[in-house]
C-alpha cells in the first residue's frame, strides 16, 4: 500500500479546525487533527508546503520511520506548530493502519485495558453558588468527575467561565480580547469555591481545578494547601512549566495532586517532571505531543515514576483528536483520566464519529481505525475564521499568562 495523496481541510462549524486527510492507493483513507487554537493556519502551511511532498509514495504501516523522518529529518525540532503537523500526520497513518488491519485502534496499542475512557465534565458559574448548581448537574448527567471554576469577585472574567449562558469556548473571532487578572483574589477565591462544592456533593465525586499557568510556585504551594481538605483528584497547569523544576517546590509543599503538560509537543518538555516524580498526570494531547507513536512511549516513560495521563480534550482539538484520545486511554495501563468537552452539534455533525458518553465514562466504538469521518461538503459549508485566545494583564496593566 502507498500514500497516493494528501489534503487539508481547514472549516469552522462553531470553531476552526483543521484536518489531514492522507489517502492511498488501495481506497483507504486516515484523518488527522491538525488544530492549534489561534495559529491554524502555521499548521495547514507547514503540513502542506513541506510536510506532504515528502509523504507521497510512502508505504503508510511504517509509522515509526516517518515519524522519525519528519522530526529527526526537519533538523529543527519541537515546537507546537512542527509537533502539531507531525502528530496529524501520525494518527491518520494509525487510522490507515486500522482499516487496513479491519480492526479498531485500540488493538494495535496493547487492546482494551478497562470497560470504557473515564472523563471528567467542565462545570463552571459567574458566582460561587451557579458553579456549585453546574457541578451538581454535571453529577445529574452521570459524571463521575467534575472540573470547577467560578468567577472572581473583583474580577470582570477569568478562565473557565463563560461570559453568558453558552458553554465556554476561550477562542475568539477577531483580534484578541484582553482581560485582567489578580492572583490574590484569586488565592482568596478558590478554596471557598472548594469548600461549598464539596459540601454540596460530598466525598464520592472526583473534583478537577485549572488553575491555567497562572500562579508562582509559592502561590501554588500556597493553593494546594489550602485545597487539601477537599481532596481535589487534580490541581492543573499551576505555573507556567517552562521551567519544570518550578514543580519541585510545589511538590514538597502540598499532597495535592498536580496535572500539567496540555502545552507540551515532546519528552523534553516533561521529562524532569516525570523522573522527579513532580507531577501526577500528563496532559500532552495526542496531537500536539506528535500522534501515538511518540504519545505512547511517554505513557510507557510515565508509568515507570506512577504518573498517569490525562490528555488535554478541550472543544479545540477536533473530534478526531478525541476519538485518537479514547482509543488511546483504553488500551494503555497508565491511563488517569480524559477531559470531557463537548463539542457543537455543528462539529458533530461535519466529524460524524463513533465514540460515545455514558454515565461517566466515554467508549471509542468498535469500527475499524478511529471510528470517524469528516463530511467534506458540509464542511465547506463552514469557512475559516480568524480567530485568537484573550491576552491577559494584571491590575496594573502589566501583560501576563493566560
Ligand atoms: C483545558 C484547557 C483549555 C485551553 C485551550 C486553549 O484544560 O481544557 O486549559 O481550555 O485553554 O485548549 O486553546
Ligand atoms: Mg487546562
Known amino acids: 500500500m502507498k500514500i497516493q495523496n494528501a489534503s487539508i481541510i481547514i472549516c469552522s462549524p462553531g470553531r476552526n479546525f483543521v484536518t489531514l486527510k492522507i489517502e492511498t492507493d488501495e481506497g483507504i483513507h486516515g484523518l488527522g487533527d491538525a488544530t492549534l487554537n489561534g495559529r491554524e493556519l502555521a499548521v495547514a502551511s507547514y503540513l502542506s508546503e513541506h510536510l506532504i511532498p515528502c509523504l507521497i509514495g510512502r508505504d503508510p504501516f511504517q509509522t515509526e520511520d516517518i515519524w522519525q523522518y519528519l522530526y529527526r529529518g526537519a533538523y ?6 512542527t509537533m502539531a503537523a507531525i502528530g496529524a500526520v501520525d494518527v491518520a497513518l494509525w487510522d490507515i493502519k486500522g482499516k487496513a ?73 477577531g483580534l484578541p480580547s484582553e482581560s485582567r487578572w489578580s492572583s490574590e483574589l484569586y488565592l482568596r477565591h478558590t478554596p471557598k469555591l472548594f469548600q ?7 466525598e464520592n465525586v472526583h473534583l478537577l481545578h485549572d488553575c491555567h499557568h497562572r500562579l508562582t510556585p509559592i502561590e501554588a504551594a500556597r493553593l494546594g494547601k489550602e485545597l487539601e481538605p477537599f481532596h481535589l483528584f487534580w490541581l492543573e497547569d499551576p505555573v507556567p512549566a517552562e521551567l519544570q523544576d518550578g514543580f519541585k517546590l510545589i511538590r514538597e509543599q502540598t499532597t495535592t495532586p498536580i496535572a500539567t503538560g496540555e502545552v507540551f509537543n515532546t519528552i523534553w518538555d516533561a521529562h524532569d517532571l516525570i523522573q522527579q516524580q513532580w507531577i501526577d498526570y500528563i496532559r500532552m494531547s495526542i496531537v500536539h505531543g506528535g500522534g501515538f507513536t511518540p504519545l505512547k512511549k511517554i505513557a510507557d516513560f510515565a ?100
Open 303 to 402: 508509568a515507570l515514576y506512577h504518573v498517569r495521563t490525562g490528555c488535554h480534550g478541550a472543544t479545540d482539538l477536533s473530534p478526531v483528536t478525541m476519538a485518537a484520545a479514547l482509543h488511546f486511554g483504553i488500551a494503555i495501563h497508565n491511563f488517569g483520566i480524559q477531559e470531557h468537552m463537548p463539542h457543537s452539534a455543528e462539529t458533530d455533525e461535519v466529524f460524524r464519529h463513533q465514540y460515545r458518553y455514558e454515565a461517566g465514562y466515554m467508549y471509542p466504538g468498535n469500527a475499524p481505525g478511529l471510528g470517524v469521518d469528516i463530511d467534506e461538503k458540509l464542511a465547506s459549508k463552514y469557512p475559516y475564521q480568524r480567530a485568537y485566545l484573550p491576552i491577559n494583564r494584571k491590575l496594573d496593566g502589566t501583560l501576563t499568562d493566560w
Open 196 to 202: 461549598k462544592v464539596r459540601e454540596a456533593v460530598g
Open 101 to 173: 488491519l479491519n480492526t479498531p485502534v485500540y488493538n494495535l496499542l496493547g487492546g482494551k485495558s478497562r470497560k470504557g475512557v473515564l472523563v471528567y465534565a467542565h462545570a463552571h458559574g459567574a458566582t460561587v453558588e451557579e458553579a456549585v448548581d453546574d457541578v451538581v448537574r454535571h453529577i445529574d448527567l452521570g459524571y463521575l468527575a467534575v472540573r470547577a471554576q467560578s468567577g472572581i469577585l473583583g474580577l470582570e472574567s477569568t478562565y473557565g467561565v463563560p461570559k453568558g449562558l453558552q458553554s465556554y469556548e476561550p477562542a475568539e473571532r
Open 76 to 81: 529543527w525540532r519541537r515546537g507546537p506548530v
